[in-house]
């Protein structure tokens, strides 16, 4: 059956240090993968894309890796701060735009 | 612009009533997807439109849901007849589809469901 796994326990981390969050799946061949954070009471926030044939993707601290044979993706948050403690979410998009999502990581960064 | 706007933000009802959520997409995007969040499943994608046409309703979870788009600008979601087990937020989300694109979703508020 086709899953996409997010890591289910809260990730906690001190402010300045690396969070690293990991997104697997199976049975799926996305055309790419997206990552979205998601504060409480809010709806997800896009943050960046990494298409099938990319196996990196950086933006300002955040960087994204993807790995087709692993049916991985990791998404990194360098440096980080308070201000970035909230859920993320991973998507895969297939064909004509299907988007599913993942159950999401809860990250708390400590000050 | 606005971004996507959903009505009711919360809804509180009774088992067995009619609900009817509502969703303006923004201008211009011709995609438009419909989820169901809860703390045990998730997001859950129930039936996304392209062009206002229905694509994909495989998420949708029995008869008693419903999903209309009758024009561009304008999509509801309806459960009839509503059962506790439908309590949850409700996402309405659009983008700009077409291979040119990222597919990125831009997310209305959520539309937050009680059924006692």
């Known amino acids: 059956s086709q899953k996409i796994e997010q890591n289910s326990e809260a990730l906690n981390i001190q402010e300045g240090k690396t969070a690293t969050l990991t997104c697997n799946y199976t049975?799926?061949?996305?055309?790419?993968l997206q990552w979205y954070r998601q504060d409480p009471g809010r709806g997800p926030v896009f943050l960046l894309l990494?298409?099938?044939?990319?196996k990196e993707k950086r933006k300002e601290r955040l960087k994204v890796t993807f790995d087709t044979t692993l049916k991985q993706s990791l998404f990194h948050i360098t440096a980080s701060q308070p201000a970035d403690s909230a859920t993320y979410l991973c998507?895969?998009?297939?064909?004509?735009?299907?988007?599913?999502f993942g159950a999401g990581t809860r990250l708390f960064v400590k000050a | 612009d606005a971004g996507v706007i959903q009505s009711p933000r919360h809804e509180v009802t009774e088992m067995g009533q009619e609900v009817t959520l509502r969703c303006k997409p923004i201008?211009?995007?011709?995609?438009l997807f419909w989820y169901r969040q809860t703390m045990m499943r998730g997001l859950e994608l129930l039936i996304y439109?392209?062009?206002?046409?229905?694509?994909?309703d495989s998420g949708m979870p029995e008869d008693r849901f419903s999903a209309k788009m009758p024009n561009a600008s304008f999509s509801t979601l309806k459960i009839q007849p509503s059962e506790p087990r439908d309590s949850a937020v409700y996402f309405c989300?659009?983008?700009?589809?077409?291979?040119?694109?990222?597919?990125?979703?831009?997310f209305g508020e959520g539309s937050r469901l009680t059924v006692l």
């Open positions: 989300a659009s983008s700009l589809g077409g291979t040119a694109n990222t597919g990125e979703l831009f």
């Open positions: 049975n799926y061949s996305p055309a790419y």
């Open positions: 990494i298409r099938e044939n990319e």
């Open positions: 998507a895969l998009v297939t064909g004509g735009f299907k988007t599913i």
């Open positions: 201008s211009g995007h011709n995609s």
């Open positions: 439109f392209n062009n206002n046409v229905p694509i994909d």
